[in-house]
């Protein structure tokens, strides 16, 4: 059984949480860390950014985030080898670990060759927000060859036959984008995103998460019990940001989340 599935069966009380980081963001040398302290914080998956020139999907925060970890010499090599570095650790023995990027770096790097190593690397799957299913034939006969789970993602605005379909391509779970637009933080969420959640719930065959604007302790408490996960990700950026001490930082906010997935203990997964 695969990291991702242990997670999701051993989640069945409660929601998962899934923070983000971008690699190479404040240094490249902190992306490990900041990992090590999400999940001695109670992460239960890790979304690992990997940096790139035009983020489509992003939000003002992540591109910064990422255009320093590029300044950086961030590279999708170098993402691997922190990849490695959190591997050899006992800690993370037992966490998914998924890749967020673009596919143009992906093809540029190679499909076949970039899903080899990620696989060997320790990687569990990989996000793509630019590559919707009906065009990801090469790359997901890719991922599958590698055993790479393979996560898409769906809007609010998404009609019912392409819930079902994202569903299907999605390997182990989808993605539930809770705003039509860019991801970052914001301070409350529209009444309309559980709705959204209630009509996946019903279409779905396989557990989703759900993430883009999420950024708070009751905001998890809401959305909890309507998904098997819930992302976070310019809010852990906005912290280490603002913060001089930016493990200790998002250490913290990621308790506060886990605490509140852990009081939302509502949900069911299959």
Excluded at 76 to 94: F, H, Q, T
Excluded at 148 to 166: E, G, H, K, Y
């Amino acid at each position: 059984m695969s990291r991702i599935e242990n997670a999701l069966r051993a989640s069945t009380r409660r929601p998962l949480v899934m923070p983000f980081v971008t690699a190479g963001y404040p240094e490249i040398a902190a992306t490990a860390d900041l990992v090590r302290a999400m999940v001695g914080a109670g992460a239960d998956m890790i979304e690992i950014g990997m940096p790139f020139s035009d983020p489509l999907a992003d939000g003002p925060t992540i591109q910064a985030a990422s255009e320093v970890a590029l300044g950086n010499g961030m590279t999708i090599a170098g993402v691997l080898d922190i990849v490695r570095d959190l591997r050899a650790g006992p800690s993370l023995d037992a966490v998914p670990i998924l890749l967020m990027g673009y596919c143009n770096p992906l093809f540029r790097y190679g499909l076949d060759r970039f899903a080899l190593n990620a696989a060997a690397a320790g990687v569990d799957g990989l996000i793509v927000p630019d590559l919707p299913p009906e065009e990801a034939g090469e790359y997901r006969e890719a991922c599958a060859a590698a055993g790479l789970s393979t996560v898409f993602l769906m809007a609010p605005n998404t009609p019912d036959d392409r819930v079902r379909a994202v569903d299907a391509a999605s390997t182990h779970f989808s993605y539930c984008v809770s705003v039509t637009g860019v991801t970052g933080a914001r301070g409350s969420l529209a009444a309309s995103t559980v709705e959204f959640l209630e009509r996946v719930a019903g279409l779905a065959e396989k557990p989703f998460v759900v993430g883009f604007g999420v950024k708070s302790a009751e905001q998890v408490r809401v959305l909890g019990p309507h998904a098997a996960g819930i992302v976070v990700g310019s809010a852990l950026i906005d912290a280490m940001r603002q913060s001089s001490d930016p493990t200790s930082a998002v250490a913290e906010l990621v308790s506060e989340l886990s605490e509140a997935a852990r009081e939302r203990g509502l949900r069911e997964v299959d």
